[in-house]
């Protein structure tokens, strides 16, 4: 019964949250993704160069010349973009909860650290932005709006892979662990920091008109603020909606709610 509630409390906290992150995506960053897209470079140009998590639009072309060049596709600006960029929110959002929710139950019965209380959620939902937002993006790689230049996929994906799991790895055993290993925690979190991430041989966009970069540093800003707080939004209530679920739906050892 435990695995099922845990299962329907994700899929439902997973629809909420993740809804309330693709609404605040779509009024408040899409429009500076669509900004930028305006200065991207396209074709040849812009191999190498990194896009937003958002998808982009190709370039108009007909089908035949498409398939001749490789043309990735990709949803048409509108009701499709914007309905694949709310689904995958949901998606994301659901792993998430179903993530946390199971942490939280074992937390509660399987330490002797405090219960999770609903309040306590907000918390969890700070460490879970610490060790998915803040560490690796804030403090490494920063968010990007389209093309700006950056290195290898592969390589950022695999450091921001491991700064994920050193994060959250440290921060668990700061918490849990005895003094003696908390010193093990501090070089968890600092270590994927310490070898860097993965940074281009130059920075700045592919696009190097003046106009161009002036606009695009702009952009950049304030995608980086308006991904803060929206990220900020997602986790709190995605912490708080966690907590409040294990608390209320989710039995316990004894098969008892609260």
Known sequence: MAFRNIVFSAIVIGILSG??????????ISPIIYGA???ELSGEETVGHSHASDAVKPPETDSATQQEVGEPWGPEDGLER???SLGADVLVAVAFAMIMLSLMVWHNHGTNKPR???????????AAMISLFVAPALF???PEVPGTIAAELINRQAWWGLCVLATAGGLAVLYYSSAKYKFAGVLLVLLPHLLGAPLPESLGFANTDPEAVKSLTEYSADFIVMTSIGMAGFYGLLGLLSAFAVNRFIPDAQGNTA
């Open 140 to 142: 490494g790689l920063h």
């Open 116 to 126: 999770v209380t609903v309040l306590k959620g907000v918390v969890w939902g700070g």
């Open 37 to 39: 897209e305006q200065f």
């Open 19 to 28: 809804l309330f992150y693709g609404l605040f995506q779509q009024i408040m």
């Open 82 to 84: 914007i309905s694949y």
